[in-house]
Protein backbone atom coordinates (compact mmCIF):
# COMPACT_ATOMS: atom_id res chain seq x y z
CA UNK A 1 0.00 0.00 0.00
CA UNK A 2 1.17 3.19 -0.48
CA UNK A 3 2.23 5.64 2.17
CA UNK A 4 1.46 9.39 2.41
CA UNK A 5 4.46 11.99 2.89
CA UNK A 6 2.73 15.58 2.86
CA UNK A 7 2.52 16.39 -0.73
CA UNK A 8 4.00 12.94 -2.05
CA UNK A 9 2.83 9.61 -2.44
CA UNK A 10 5.45 6.66 -2.12
CA UNK A 11 4.91 3.22 -3.24
CA UNK A 12 7.44 0.15 -2.44
CA UNK A 13 7.93 -2.99 -3.90
CA UNK A 14 10.27 -6.16 -3.66
CA UNK A 15 12.38 -5.15 -6.90
CA UNK A 16 11.19 -8.49 -8.44
CA UNK A 17 9.59 -6.64 -11.68
CA UNK A 18 10.08 -3.54 -13.32
CA UNK A 19 6.25 -2.02 -12.17
CA UNK A 20 7.68 1.14 -10.43
CA UNK A 21 9.49 1.92 -13.27
CA UNK A 22 6.74 1.36 -15.91
CA UNK A 23 4.29 3.38 -13.87
CA UNK A 24 6.71 6.32 -13.51
CA UNK A 25 7.27 5.69 -17.31
CA UNK A 26 3.41 5.61 -17.90
CA UNK A 27 2.65 8.93 -15.68
CA UNK A 28 5.81 11.00 -17.74
CA UNK A 29 4.37 9.39 -21.55
CA UNK A 30 1.28 11.09 -20.35
CA UNK A 31 2.25 14.06 -18.62
CA UNK A 32 3.46 15.15 -22.31
CA UNK A 33 0.30 16.19 -23.42
CA UNK A 34 -0.24 18.58 -20.04
CA UNK A 35 1.17 21.37 -22.71
CA UNK A 36 -2.03 20.93 -25.06
CA UNK A 37 -4.31 21.15 -23.31
CA UNK A 38 -4.31 17.55 -21.65
CA UNK A 39 -4.97 16.12 -18.61
CA UNK A 40 -3.04 16.84 -15.30
CA UNK A 41 -1.14 13.52 -13.95
CA UNK A 42 0.79 13.42 -11.03
CA UNK A 43 3.74 14.39 -11.16
CA UNK A 44 7.08 12.28 -10.91
CA UNK A 45 9.99 12.57 -8.34
CA UNK A 46 11.97 9.12 -8.13
CA UNK A 47 11.36 6.17 -9.26
CA UNK A 48 13.41 2.86 -9.06
CA UNK A 49 12.75 -0.82 -8.85
CA UNK A 50 12.03 -0.53 -4.93
CA UNK A 51 10.38 2.69 -4.67
CA UNK A 52 8.43 5.61 -6.69
CA UNK A 53 7.36 8.92 -5.10
CA UNK A 54 5.17 10.96 -7.08
CA UNK A 55 2.80 13.79 -6.55
CA UNK A 56 -0.17 13.56 -4.55
CA UNK A 57 -3.21 14.78 -5.35
CA UNK A 58 -5.67 16.85 -2.83
CA UNK A 59 -8.93 15.83 -4.09
CA UNK A 60 -12.15 18.16 -4.49
CA UNK A 61 -15.84 17.77 -4.78
CA UNK A 62 -17.16 16.55 -8.34
CA UNK A 63 -18.85 18.78 -10.21
CA UNK A 64 -20.85 18.77 -13.80
CA UNK A 65 -18.05 21.36 -15.46
CA UNK A 66 -15.52 19.94 -13.69
CA UNK A 67 -16.74 16.61 -15.53
CA UNK A 68 -16.72 18.43 -18.96
CA UNK A 69 -13.29 19.70 -18.48
CA UNK A 70 -11.87 15.95 -17.33
CA UNK A 71 -13.42 14.78 -20.47
CA UNK A 72 -11.83 17.55 -23.26
CA UNK A 73 -8.60 17.19 -21.23
CA UNK A 74 -8.28 13.10 -21.96
CA UNK A 75 -9.47 13.74 -25.19
CA UNK A 76 -5.69 15.36 -26.00
CA UNK A 77 -4.22 13.24 -23.94
CA UNK A 78 -5.48 10.48 -26.50
CA UNK A 79 -4.85 12.70 -29.37
CA UNK A 80 -1.21 13.10 -28.19
CA UNK A 81 -1.11 9.39 -29.68
CA UNK A 82 1.11 6.28 -29.90
CA UNK A 83 3.68 4.76 -32.58
CA UNK A 84 1.80 1.26 -32.49
CA UNK A 85 -1.31 -0.61 -30.74
CA UNK A 86 0.03 -2.22 -27.55
CA UNK A 87 3.33 0.03 -27.74
CA UNK A 88 4.62 0.46 -23.75
CA UNK A 89 5.64 4.28 -22.82
CA UNK A 90 9.08 5.02 -23.83
CA UNK A 91 11.38 4.14 -21.18
CA UNK A 92 9.20 1.22 -19.45
CA UNK A 93 12.07 -1.51 -19.13
CA UNK A 94 9.70 -4.56 -18.45
CA UNK A 95 7.78 -5.90 -21.27
CA UNK A 96 5.62 -7.95 -18.86
CA UNK A 97 3.21 -4.99 -18.32
CA UNK A 98 1.91 -3.67 -15.24
CA UNK A 99 0.02 -6.02 -12.65
CA UNK A 100 0.51 -9.82 -11.85
CA UNK A 101 -1.80 -10.74 -14.60
CA UNK A 102 -0.82 -7.69 -16.85
CA UNK A 103 -0.83 -8.17 -20.48
CA UNK A 104 2.31 -7.77 -21.58
CA UNK A 105 3.08 -5.10 -23.96
CA UNK A 106 3.36 -5.46 -27.48
CA UNK A 107 6.93 -4.98 -29.30
CA UNK A 108 6.99 -3.16 -32.37
CA UNK A 109 7.78 -6.15 -34.44
CA UNK A 110 4.89 -7.98 -33.21
CA UNK A 111 2.60 -4.52 -34.04
CA UNK A 112 -1.06 -5.35 -35.40
CA UNK A 113 -1.93 -3.64 -38.35
CA UNK A 114 -5.36 -3.08 -37.11
CA UNK A 115 -7.01 -2.07 -33.63
CA UNK A 116 -9.41 -5.31 -34.13
CA UNK A 117 -6.04 -7.55 -34.96
CA UNK A 118 -4.53 -6.39 -31.80
CA UNK A 119 -7.44 -6.56 -29.34
CA UNK A 120 -7.98 -9.73 -30.53
CA UNK A 121 -4.65 -11.42 -30.16
CA UNK A 122 -3.23 -9.22 -27.11
CA UNK A 123 -6.11 -8.83 -25.20
CA UNK A 124 -9.45 -11.15 -25.40
CA UNK A 125 -7.55 -14.03 -26.54
CA UNK A 126 -4.90 -13.83 -24.04
CA UNK A 127 -6.88 -13.83 -21.35
CA UNK A 128 -9.56 -16.54 -22.97
CA UNK A 129 -6.90 -18.50 -22.81
CA UNK A 130 -5.79 -18.48 -19.27
CA UNK A 131 -9.09 -18.47 -18.37
CA UNK A 132 -9.52 -22.02 -20.31
CA UNK A 133 -6.50 -23.56 -19.37
CA UNK A 134 -7.67 -22.98 -15.82
CA UNK A 135 -11.28 -24.41 -16.43
CA UNK A 136 -13.21 -21.39 -15.82
CA UNK A 137 -14.23 -21.76 -19.58
CA UNK A 138 -15.37 -24.22 -21.34
CA UNK A 139 -15.19 -25.74 -25.45
CA UNK A 140 -18.58 -24.13 -25.93
CA UNK A 141 -17.31 -20.63 -24.57
CA UNK A 142 -13.48 -20.78 -26.39
CA UNK A 143 -15.18 -21.19 -29.39
CA UNK A 144 -17.52 -17.92 -28.49
CA UNK A 145 -14.66 -16.18 -27.97
CA UNK A 146 -12.81 -17.41 -31.56
CA UNK A 147 -15.83 -15.96 -33.45
CA UNK A 148 -15.36 -12.50 -31.83
CA UNK A 149 -11.79 -12.56 -32.41
CA UNK A 150 -12.24 -14.04 -36.19
CA UNK A 151 -14.68 -10.80 -36.65
CA UNK A 152 -12.14 -8.76 -34.90
CA UNK A 153 -9.30 -9.91 -37.07
CA UNK A 154 -11.35 -9.38 -40.15
CA UNK A 155 -11.81 -6.02 -39.16
CA UNK A 156 -15.67 -6.38 -38.72
CA UNK A 157 -15.48 -4.63 -34.96
CA UNK A 158 -13.24 -1.99 -36.16
CA UNK A 159 -14.29 1.77 -35.86
CA UNK A 160 -12.43 5.23 -36.21
CA UNK A 161 -10.61 6.80 -33.59
CA UNK A 162 -12.13 10.18 -31.92
CA UNK A 163 -11.51 13.06 -34.32
CA UNK A 164 -8.41 14.76 -32.70
CA UNK A 165 -6.42 10.95 -32.69
CA UNK A 166 -7.47 10.78 -36.17
CA UNK A 167 -6.24 14.12 -37.12
CA UNK A 168 -3.19 13.33 -35.53
CA UNK A 169 -2.80 10.01 -37.10
CA UNK A 170 -3.43 11.80 -40.39
CA UNK A 171 -0.51 14.54 -39.70
CA UNK A 172 1.94 12.58 -37.89
CA UNK A 173 3.47 9.04 -39.57
CA UNK A 174 4.74 8.35 -35.83
CA UNK A 175 1.48 7.93 -34.29
CA UNK A 176 -1.12 4.57 -35.44
CA UNK A 177 -3.31 5.00 -32.05
CA UNK A 178 -4.18 6.71 -28.90
CA UNK A 179 -2.29 7.26 -26.20
CA UNK A 180 -3.83 5.48 -23.31
CA UNK A 181 -4.19 5.69 -19.38
CA UNK A 182 -4.84 2.01 -19.96
CA UNK A 183 -6.46 1.70 -16.19
CA UNK A 184 -9.06 4.04 -16.27
CA UNK A 185 -12.18 3.49 -13.49
CA UNK A 186 -12.89 5.78 -11.29
CA UNK A 187 -10.98 5.45 -8.83
CA UNK A 188 -7.51 6.83 -11.14
CA UNK A 189 -9.33 10.12 -12.62
CA UNK A 190 -9.78 12.00 -9.57
CA UNK A 191 -11.39 15.62 -9.43
CA UNK A 192 -9.34 18.55 -8.33
CA UNK A 193 -9.17 20.38 -5.15
CA UNK A 194 -8.85 23.44 -7.06
CA UNK A 195 -12.46 23.47 -8.80
CA UNK A 196 -11.39 26.33 -11.16
CA UNK A 197 -8.29 23.79 -12.58
CA UNK A 198 -8.11 23.88 -16.27
CA UNK A 199 -8.31 20.15 -16.67
CA UNK A 200 -10.91 19.38 -13.92
CA UNK A 201 -8.94 16.45 -12.80
CA UNK A 202 -5.94 14.39 -12.60
CA UNK A 203 -4.42 11.05 -13.64
CA UNK A 204 -2.87 8.38 -11.01
CA UNK A 205 -1.93 4.81 -11.40
CA UNK A 206 -1.70 4.00 -14.99
CA UNK A 207 -0.98 1.05 -17.30
CA UNK A 208 -0.09 3.06 -20.24
CA UNK A 209 -0.65 1.74 -23.45
CA UNK A 210 -1.18 2.54 -27.33
CA UNK A 211 -4.83 1.37 -27.76
CA UNK A 212 -8.07 2.68 -29.43
CA UNK A 213 -9.49 6.10 -27.16
CA UNK A 214 -12.61 4.01 -26.75
CA UNK A 215 -11.34 1.55 -24.91
CA UNK A 216 -10.29 4.19 -22.02
CA UNK A 217 -13.67 5.60 -22.10
CA UNK A 218 -15.60 2.36 -21.77
CA UNK A 219 -13.48 1.73 -18.68
CA UNK A 220 -14.26 4.41 -17.27
CA UNK A 221 -17.93 3.43 -18.07
CA UNK A 222 -17.80 -0.32 -16.69
CA UNK A 223 -17.86 0.94 -12.71
CA UNK A 224 -19.33 4.02 -12.89
CA UNK A 225 -17.85 7.69 -12.49
CA UNK A 226 -19.64 11.20 -10.96
CA UNK A 227 -21.32 13.47 -13.91
CA UNK A 228 -20.20 10.39 -15.95
CA UNK A 229 -22.14 11.77 -19.17
CA UNK A 230 -20.95 14.80 -18.35
CA UNK A 231 -16.95 13.44 -18.68
CA UNK A 232 -18.39 12.12 -21.86
CA UNK A 233 -19.97 15.33 -23.44
CA UNK A 234 -16.79 17.37 -22.51
CA UNK A 235 -14.95 14.41 -24.32
CA UNK A 236 -17.34 14.37 -27.32
CA UNK A 237 -17.34 18.44 -28.07
CA UNK A 238 -13.56 18.43 -28.10
CA UNK A 239 -12.83 15.50 -30.22
CA UNK A 240 -16.20 14.02 -31.71
CA UNK A 241 -16.61 10.33 -31.28
CA UNK A 242 -17.39 7.54 -34.41
CA UNK A 243 -20.67 6.88 -34.91
CA UNK A 244 -22.02 4.39 -33.15
CA UNK A 245 -19.41 4.56 -30.02
CA UNK A 246 -22.45 3.52 -27.55
CA UNK A 247 -22.78 0.40 -29.26
CA UNK A 248 -18.94 -0.34 -28.49
CA UNK A 249 -18.62 0.34 -25.29
CA UNK A 250 -19.15 -3.17 -24.47
CA UNK A 251 -17.24 -4.53 -26.92
CA UNK A 252 -14.16 -2.52 -25.33
CA UNK A 253 -15.01 -3.69 -21.83
CA UNK A 254 -14.53 -7.07 -23.18
CA UNK A 255 -10.75 -7.14 -21.94
CA UNK A 256 -11.15 -5.55 -18.49
CA UNK A 257 -14.07 -7.88 -17.80
CA UNK A 258 -11.56 -11.03 -19.00
CA UNK A 259 -9.03 -9.55 -16.84
CA UNK A 260 -10.78 -9.65 -13.92
CA UNK A 261 -12.37 -13.28 -14.44
CA UNK A 262 -8.38 -13.34 -14.52
CA UNK A 263 -7.91 -11.90 -11.22
CA UNK A 264 -10.85 -12.10 -8.81
CA UNK A 265 -13.40 -15.06 -10.71
CA UNK A 266 -16.74 -15.01 -9.24
CA UNK A 267 -19.34 -12.65 -10.60
CA UNK A 268 -17.06 -11.24 -13.40
CA UNK A 269 -17.84 -14.64 -15.28
CA UNK A 270 -20.76 -14.50 -16.37
CA UNK A 271 -20.65 -10.57 -16.78
CA UNK A 272 -18.24 -11.34 -19.26
CA UNK A 273 -20.07 -13.96 -21.17
CA UNK A 274 -22.69 -11.99 -21.51
CA UNK A 275 -21.10 -9.00 -22.86
CA UNK A 276 -19.42 -11.04 -25.05
CA UNK A 277 -22.73 -12.62 -26.69
CA UNK A 278 -23.65 -9.23 -28.11
CA UNK A 279 -21.16 -9.16 -30.60
CA UNK A 280 -21.32 -12.71 -31.89
Known amino acids: MPTFEHDRVVKTHPGTTDEL ?19 RCAKVFEASRTRLVEERIFEGPSSPAAARRIGAALARTHAAGAPWFGCPPPGCPDARGIGSAATPYVTRAQAASSWGAFFAEHRVMYYVRILYDRGVFDDHELGMFRRIATKLLAGALDAPEP ?20 DLWAGNVLYLADTAAATGGALIDPMAYGGHAETDLAM ?8 LEEVLAGYNDASPLADGWRERVGLH ?28
Not at 164 to 179: D, G, K, M, S, Y
Not at 220 to 227: E, N, S
Open 163 to 182: ALVERACAQNPNITCARLHG
Open 220 to 227: LQLFGYPY
Open 253 to 280: QLAPLLLHCVLFGGGYVPEAISCARRYL
Open 21 to 39: LCEAAGLQWLAEAEADGGI
